[in-house]
């Protein structure tokens, strides 16, 4: 997933980094740009386009019934699924999702289900029998850096919006989907010791350590990630830790709240 | 497909349209990144985004080609497209898609000019209406000339169907589903087929009529693609202009 | 799936081509030998071993109860596949079918479908719940060119010779499967301006464009399909749909209609 | 395995065999005209067909052995070779059959002929009736020589099986589904044994009259491989010579 | 599976084995030191971990209930699968099991099936709809030469400590599995001219032909299986037999029948 | 996640451990002969093996990095390791889980000492009890050692939790199925993270204190690894004198 970048450009974003700038002008701790675009698919039940800068990721929500599962009879299921096509990244290739992908669906899973943002217990027709299964679908459209943060948000947004379908099913009228906590995914890397949040593609490239803390309105935290093949201090954890705090509390007020 | 809807009433469909009226058309160029050239395309529902990636190194190496690049094409349905989810990943419909629109497209790329390389053409259908392989081949054609690909001229694709005993351009979902026969083309502006698949049932005749209206579709299209390719070279050529003035 | 065909060999059946010559003397329009021998496998429900020339394919035809697709629950279901085993060609490969073999079987499918020589309705047992499924397996056995009409013969023949197995599964008396019409495939290639029909492995692998035509009993058309990376003018379609049209009615009497 | 059945009365089995009576074999040579050699093969109810490609190039590259041909054998049942339809592909019985039919012939053919190279032997079971092993080796066997790969001598195979506490030549479906044992072996014209499984149960001494009569078998196969690649040369001799006296 | 032996390591085994000699010093119809260490693994039903000199193999077997086949409804079922985990030796690959895998799995299944060790009419539970199904997971760690006998020993020594979980399932009390036979595979090779039991992986590389036989209880014979590309005499395998015989009688005595 | 069971009561968890107890540990190093390295490991009622193969050639040789060696990292459950039989083969939690571990020990190992080489670490989990994912990166820490692969440091890996509202140090199955948070580290004797995952829900007053907690965890193990590598090391040794002594 790594793209190479030319020694020059690392030495350049490296140079800027000492002067404790980025290459867009943005802070450490700063964000591109964020649109959400939700509903944009009707054939979902739910669905959201997010843009982090340059960073499209697709997120549509299906809502059909199904068994549940034996240990949980009485709980609707969520079935996350990432799938990095190869029209996004020269480095995606097709096939089923690798190891990237995989962590990619089960973060967002993890923030979604271990929030519980959504009352599986509600999702629940006929106990032991029939209940909601919630499928997840991220779809990343255009990878330019952090598609970990805009799948998150992007998962939510679609949750935010989708409607369970019971009419269709002969299961009475429709209703929203309830959603009791907003997850918000931030990431930062950390690269030549210091930490810059929302990596663009280049500074995910150059960065060998990243971390994902998940969290949710109260501020606490549901989540927590660490990726690459490099090293963290403890010091390191607890800044990005409480940083995350502050931006997740900023984009889940200013994004998805209303 | 059975018949018992009336699809067509006093000449005009279900959705309002005349039988010989496409859907509207709404086409973007360079809507992604990080692919060479990119095309986002609706036609009626339909919403299908392509990209393209290439000239570049072919892997797995023994696919390669001494005298010309290879061209791939990948036709791949999101999940949550369709009405009832779908598992992802291709499945023997896609596959077969995925060939023949390659066909439609490949006779109009200048292969021979990059030996031992790979064009891939990726199509992502977002959201699914009847139509998806035509409105991917229509952006797929697109995102070539936005990757600035080499070709003989742009490739249009559209279908015409029948319904209700009649000859219909541009079939959507319910006409599709139920309707007697669908007859997907794709050519050059100069009327070369480079794709064409039908089932259903048509009289030789119907299938001329079918074919000169599918033809006509194309035209249109045509048209489209060329504009949106103009404006956006203008774009550019005026992003340059400027830039050479502050200089 | 092109084989390998020396520069002289091409040259050779070019040169002939342009005296309106083929290398076997057959016409532009013309098949080769065709002979099919019904029953050839007695566990199967039904079968025929089509030759065409060299080429040939053996199409086994089996009938089991299952359950209906959730969207056609009162009809019986149709699974076409068709393995190109490496046996019976140089480039054929082990493993589940590409897109060669994908797209034949769907073609071969779309014949006996969208002709609706099957009646589906009668092919249910109990509506929603129990149908015959009709699986149609055709086994090239050796590809000298053309499989797909070949093909196309064999599971029409098979299906005309194939019983529904009522007795082994205690629904009542074995009856044949009813088939209501016939429907043809021809094949042509186009190949320095002009067609040739049933081409064999070394036209097949010279010309860049085909077109199967599938015709009905009544002369009208229930499929076609362009293959290969050239193109058709308007007026070849037109030309190589009338002459399958011919090819299509005297393959239908002189070998399938008693 | 339950014995229930009556399988042998009066020394007569259910399809009017003796115990030592193999079932009818009809073997044609050079049925196919892609394949470098071919052989149909029925053995009773049993029909296969086998084709050879090779000596040629090995794909992927990993497997090419430096002073030898590889040998790969792939035996596959068409789906409708069997009572219930069977999906298409290798299950965990073919990989095994594959694995020991290659072992069955390989000490046979002279690999160092052809170094880095791979022979390919593809058996096709068009109809399954017990057996099936034992046929594509023998149908095998038949093409590999009609390709002209050079081998130290046939192999022919033939099974042994346990009914009604007899030990019978060749069991059928019916023998082999509900008999005691099955005992399926492979072998030169001298006697050295190249395939040997066995399941079910036997004493030693049963194990030992099994070999003798799949011995016995193995050698019959062998006479009639034997004429039919004769018959196949001595054809193939005379049409070169009426070549030769036309020109 | 080959391992690559030096050329000098292998011509020192054979004037070894001129000489009548083993590398370890066994006889040629000798066993390495036997040991099985019984219910090391708690979760399982039952399991056993043998040592055949430094080869070491852990079996696992799991009880459930589940569906009967269509053919056999009154009994229960048995599948057995062989994992060639790359972690026991450098020529096992990850992956599903591959024709080495598939081969030993096969084997010892059929010497538990063959030799009627489990009886299957008494796992029953509900004619037709649910029987216990009995699951044999070999797990090779140490390929030292000799899987196969090593394997086919963890089976039954697992079945032979497994209890059928009745309790778990609400299905009365628990009870030992029933095990009626104990069949014991012994494996020889043959290498120019002599035939050496229970090779270690030096001599597996350097034999051309194996012959594994599984004797019953009484005696007699449930399964044998010729592998590799040499050929055995008729003398041979009637010898190898009679050694089986009794190496299989005195295995059995020695460790598994109490 | 349910809170119903009492997990701690006066300070003492369901097992007799007090919170800030780890479950206890048995290392025995070298314990496979193909291996170049291995461990077999218990953390309570888990049990795994790790192996370590290599520095070795690459295959695929696309794989391979010019300029250091790649570390491969295979975490894989026995199918009767768990309660109910899981199929062979890795899911989705293997898949991230094998991805994670090798990312926790990739820090410490030095590749460029190996360009174009490969280090495959395999880790089979025997039997499971909630935390093999750290039972493993233990195992596979001193596998690499044994392995004599140059390291800057052993690994040490343990998870806290949350449980009736406290934090506990390594959660066993009831514990972590049934608490509230889970939060599995891996660090260097440094107290450089390597890994670091949670999941659940804890105010981050409480990852603080589990993270502190894990730590602890890590450097008790790192002091079992230490000591059972220098018992080895000290017996090869001893042996050494020994073979020297004899000559």
New interface residues.
């Given amino acids: 997933m790594s793209t190479v970048v030319s020694e020059i450009r690392k030495d350049y974003l490296y140079n800027l980094m000492l002067k404790g700038q980025r290459a867009d002008g943005r802070t450490f701790n700063g964000y591109r740009p964020i649109s959400i675009e939700k509903n944009?698919?009707?054939?979902?039940e739910g669905?959201a386009l997010v843009k982090l800068g340059?960073t499209?990721v697709?997120v549509?929500?299906?809502i059909?019934p199904g068994e549940p599962f034996a240990d949980t009879p009485n709980r609707g299921v969520i079935i996350t699924?990432a799938?990095l096509?190869?029209?996004?990244?020269?480095s995606f290739e097709?096939g089923?999702p690798n190891e990237f992908g995989i962590e990619l669906a089960r973060l967002v899973d993890r923030g979604v289900r271990e929030s519980k943002s959504l009352d599986l217990d509600s999702l629940c027709i006929v106990p032991g029998e029939k209940v909601w299964i919630v499928?997840i679908?991220v779809?990343i459209?255009?990878?330019?850096g952090n598609i970990m943060d805009a799948s998150s948000l992007g998962a939510i947004a679609a949750l935010l919006t989708a409607t369970v379908p019971a009419k269709k099913f002969g299961l009475g009228e429709d209703y929203p989907l309830p959603v009791n906590d907003i997850p918000i995914a931030t990431t930062a890397v950390v690269f030549g010791g210091v930490t810059m949040f929302d990596p663009d593609?280049d500074e995910e490239s150059i960065a060998d350590t990243k971390l994902t803390v998940i969290t949710r309105a109260d501020g606490s935290i549901c989540g927590m990630q660490k990726s690459g093949t490099g090293v963290l201090t403890q010091d390191e954890i607890y800044r990005i830790v409480d940083i995350a705090c502050e931006n997740g509390k900023e984009i889940r007020e200013k994004f998805l709240e209303s | 497909m059975e018949d018992k809807i009336t699809f067509i009433k006093d000449g005009i469909r279900l959705d309002g349209r005349r039988v010989d009226e496409a859907r509207p058309i709404k086409v973007e160029v360079g809507v992604?990144?990080?692919?060479d050239g990119s095309c986002y395309l609706e036609m009626g529902?339909n919403?299908v985004?392509?990209?393209v990636?290439g000239p570049?190194e072919v892997?797995?190496r023994?696919l390669q080609e001494v005298s010309r690049a290879i061209v791939r094409y990948?036709y791949?349905m999101?999940?949550?497209?369709?009405?009832?989810?779908r598992r992802?990943?291709p499945d023997?419909?896609s596959?077969?898609l995925?060939?023949?629109s390659r066909?439609a497209l490949?006779?109009v790329i200048l292969t021979s000019y990059f030996p031992r390389s790979v064009i891939?053409i990726?199509?992502?259908v977002?959201?699914?209406d009847a139509g998806t392989r035509t409105a991917g081949i229509n952006a797929a054609s697109v995102a070539l000339a936005d990757a600035g690909i080499p070709m003989k001229s742009l490739i249009s694709s559209c279908a015409a169907g029948k319904v209700d005993d009649q000859i219909v351009l541009d079939p959507m979902k319910e006409e599709d589903n139920f309707g007697q026969a669908d007859?997907p083309i794709a050519m050059?502006p100069g009327?070369?087929?480079?794709?064409?698949?039908?089932?259903?049932?048509?009289?030789?005749e119907e299938?001329?009529r079918a074919?000169e209206l599918a033809?006509k579709g194309c035209r249109d299209i045509y048209n489209m693609q060329r504009k949106v390719l103009i404006d956006r070279y203008s774009q550019m050529e005026n992003a340059t202009r400027q830039e050479e003035a502050v200089i």
Avoid: W
Wanted: contains cysteine; glycine residues 4%; charged residues 25%.
């Fill in positions: 944009v698919v009707q054939k979902a669905s340059k499209q697709l549509g929500v299906k059909q699924n799938e096509v190869p029209l996004a990244s020269p097709p089923p499928f679908d779809h459209l255009d990878d330019c593609v | 992604l990144a990080r692919a529902n919403k985004i392509a990209a990636y570049r892997h797995p023994h990948r791949n999101a999940s949550f497209s369709v009405e009832e989810r992802p990943g023997r419909r596959y077969e995925s060939k023949v066909e490949s006779p891939d990726f199509v992502e977002l959201q699914a007859m050059t009327g070369e087929i480079t794709l064409l698949q039908m089932d259903g049932h048509m009289t030789v299938s001329h074919m033809m």
